[in-house]
Each structure stands twice: as structure tokens, then as C-alpha cells.
């Protein structure tokens, strides 16, 4: 969820909006921004939506505790560069 947030507020679009291309209450959205596990298929639509690869926000989701220890820099450096590639 916190990822959606993070890409949602970088493209400049308002909940309401984005809540209305998904047909659901603006309540139901911003739960879903608050959640740590949000359902594939939402990710999806949500993804298209804010124009951007699902894989972007799974990336963004991510944890350092998720990343093995020898990987940890090279993660923090893809995911500063990555965000500069799609949003």
C-alpha cells in the first residue's frame, strides 16, 4: 500500500480520482494505501491506472530486511535510479 501511496502522490493524482476509475469508495482506496498486503489483482488495475508497471510497485514495496545483506546496496542504488526511469 505504501508504495501505491508513494507513486500515486510522485504522478500528482488525487484520491478521489483514482478511487473513481476503480469504481470504489474513496474509503476503500485509502485502506488500501494503509495496508502492508495488498491482493495482485488490485496492484494491477491500480498499476495501469497510474501508468506505470505492476512490477514498479511490487519493486517499491520492497524492504531492506527483504534484500540478502550482500545485495542491500545495490537494491537501495536500483531503487533510487529506478524511480528517475518510470514515474
Not at 5 to 23: A, F, T, Y
Not at 68 to 73: F, R, T
Amino acid at each position: 500500500g505504501k508504495a501505491i501511496k508513494q507513486v500515486r502522490e510522485k504522478k500528482g493524482i488525487r484520491i478521489p480520482i483514482i478511487s473513481r476509475k476503480l469504481n470504489i469508495s474513496v474509503n476503500k482506496y485509502s485502506f488500501i494505501e494503509r495496508q502492508k498486503e495488498v491482493s495482485e489483482e488490485e496492484i494491477n488495475k491500480i498499476a495501469e491506472i497510474l501508468e506505470v508497471p505492476s512490477s514498479y510497485i511490487i519493486f517499491l514495496s520492497l524492504e531492506d530486511k527483504d534484500v540478502k545483506e550482500d545485495k542491500l546496496n545495490l537494491y537501495n542504488s536500483l531503487k533510487k535510479n529506478f524511480e528517475d526511469l518510470v514515474i
